[in-house]
């Protein structure tokens, strides 16, 4: 069974710092490009961050580039995503997202494509 399970959220005040994981199991993830999402109550899906399969290619929603940081270890099947300096609006539930990537296209990723294994979540709350 191909699974996403993310990890690492919890309640932070205003300028702390969570890192937040995505383990996969059932699959390894080498060959999947990952991102990562974010649902705030009574708003729509955002597309945070993306890291190419080589993990060589980033790319960042400009509301939180130069705070978060998104990285892999494909040894442990296991991406990250360091969110720094965090704002009462980076509250969300933070969800992963995997989709397998051809092994001939140059490394790249957006937040746009249609991912199709997705995490269950993990709630990030930064409150004072």
């Known amino acids: 069974q191909l699974q996403l399970v993310e990890s690492g959220g919890g309640l932070v005040q205003p300028g702390g710092s969570l890192r937040l994981s995505c383990a996969a199991s059932g699959f390894t993830l080498d060959s999947y490009a990952i991102a990562w999402f974010r649902q705030a109550s009574g708003k729509e899906r955002e597309g945070v961050s993306c890291?190419?399969?080589?993990?060589?290619?980033?790319n960042y929603v400009d509301s939180v580039r130069g705070r978060f940081t998104i990285s892999r270890d494909n040894a442990k099947n296991t991406v990250y995503l360091q969110v720094n300096s965090l704002k009462p609006e980076d509250t969300a539930v933070y969800y992963c997202?995997?989709?397998?990537?051809?092994?001939?296209?140059?490394?790249?990723?957006?937040?746009?494509?249609?991912?199709?294994?997705w995490g269950q979540g993990t709630q990030v709350t930064v409150s004072s």
């Open positions: 890291i190419s399969r080589s993990g060589t290619i980033t």
């Open positions: 997202a995997a989709l397998r990537i051809p092994d001939t296209w140059q490394p790249m990723c957006f937040m746009t494509w249609d991912y199709n294994y």
